[in-house]
């Protein structure tokens, strides 16, 4: 799937109403997992998880991102 120009994935676990997801935004891969039994919760949640992402890494300049020092 794909929220604002990030791809991430969203599936089942074995455990009923447990969600696994992954997204990668630059060189940082974020994963983790939530509890609901919809699955369109579940897309929702790591939809505005990518917001809050994108928000925080919009602040920082290049380097920031790339893990270099700021000069």
Known sequence: MNHRGVEFTVAKTAIPGIWQWQFRIGDE????????????????????RIDRELKRS??????????RPHP
Request: no cysteine; charged share 30%.
């Open 58 to 67: 919009a602040g920082r300049g290049p380097a920031e991102l790339s893990g």
């Open 29 to 48: 891969v974020k994963s983790g997992k939530t509890e609901t039994r919809i699955d369109l919760l579940a897309i929702r949640r790591v939809q505005l």
